[in-house]
């Protein structure tokens, strides 16, 4: 089992920057990739980013450019990077670990809010 506590949501004006922490415990070496998912009011769960254990990453279109997803193994840490942020970008993000075992399982953790003020 993985467990994940993210940090670092808040509160920030429009092009502003916050860095988002999720760190990883538990069947840690199990993890096949992380990333940040969001989820708006009355929208469903989007990604945001993934990073693989090859260090290689995915990014929505949406904030291409603009995020970093990054990791730290020694740390068992993961995280966002977010710069110029827009009102658009508002919403609960989430840390997701994937794990590839006996079958394929999904971690969630329990969120953190990132609100952009316009």
């Known amino acids: 089992q993985v467990q994940l506590v993210e940090s670092g949501g808040g509160l920030v004006q429009a092009g502003g920057s916050l860095r988002l922490s999720c760190a990883a415990s538990?069947?840690?070496?199990?993890?096949?990739?992380m990333g940040w998912y969001r989820q708006a009011p009355g929208k469903q769960r989007d990604l945001v980013a993934t990073?693989?254990?090859?260090?290689?990453?995915n990014y929505a279109d949406s904030v291409k450019g603009r995020f970093t997803i990054s990791r730290d193994n020694a740390k068992n840490t993961v995280y966002l990077q977010m710069n110029s942020l827009k009102f658009e970008d508002t919403a609960v993000y989430y840390c997701?670990?994937?794990?590839?075992?006996?079958?394929?399982?999904?971690?969630w953790g329990q969120g953190t809010q990132v609100t952009v003020s316009s």
């Open positions: 538990g069947g840690i070496f199990r993890i096949y990739a």
């Open positions: 990073i693989f254990n090859d260090g290689s990453a």
């Open positions: 997701n670990a994937q794990t590839h075992g006996l079958g394929v399982n999904n971690y």
